[in-house]
C-alpha cells in the first residue's frame, strides 16, 4: 500500500522510530541465524508498541510475510489485534473514509 493513500483520510499517520532500521527478522531467519532475527523482531515489536501506543492504535504491515513473521515473535499480547495487512486496513478503517472510483 503507498503510503500516499493514508493520507487522503482524515487519519493520522504515525511512523515509527528508526522506521528505516526496522526489520522483522525474516531475513536472518530464513538464513539459520535465530538470535540475530530475535534481536531485530524484539527492537521492531518495541518500536511498535510506542508507535502504536501499546498496541491501541492499528499498524500496517505493507508485506504479508513480514507480518506473519512479526505476529510470530511478537510476546507482546496487545499487539496482536493490532496488526493489519494492507486490505485488512482499508476494509476496517478506510473504506467508508476514501472514494473510489473505477479505473479503466
Same mark, same amino acid.
Given at each position: 500500500?503507498?503510503l ?5 483520510? +482524515? ?7 528508526? #522506521? /528505516?532500521?526496522?526489520?522483522? *527478522?525474516?531475513?536472518?531467519n %530464513? ?5 540475530a ?7 521492531l515489536?518495541?518500536?511498535?508498541l ?7 492504535? +492499528?499498524?500496517?504491515?505493507d508485506?504479508?510475510?513480514? #507480518? /506473519?513473521q512479526?505476529k510470530a *515473535?511478537?510476546?507482546?499480547? %496487545? ?7 494492507p486490505v485488512e ?8 473514509k ?7
Amino acid at each position: 500500500m503507498r503510503l500516499t493513500a493514508l493520507f487522503h483520510c +482524515p487519519l493520522q499517520v504515525i511512523l515509527p522510530k528508526n #522506521l /528505516s532500521s526496522q526489520c522483522c *527478522g525474516m531475513m536472518f531467519n %530464513s538464513r539459520g541465524l535465530k538470535d540475530a532475527a530475535a534481536a531485530k523482531g524484539a527492537a521492531l515489536e518495541q518500536a511498535l508498541l510506542e508507535a502504536s501506543e501499546n498496541g491501541k492504535l +492499528p499498524i500496517v504491515c505493507d508485506t504479508s510475510p513480514c #507480518l /506473519s513473521q512479526v505476529k510470530a *515473535g511478537i510476546s507482546e499480547p %496487545s499487539l496482536r489485534f493490532a496488526l493489519y495487512e494492507p486490505v485488512e486496513f482499508i476494509r476496517h478503517f478506510l473504506v467508508d473514509k476514501l472514494e473510489f472510483n473505477k479505473v479503466g
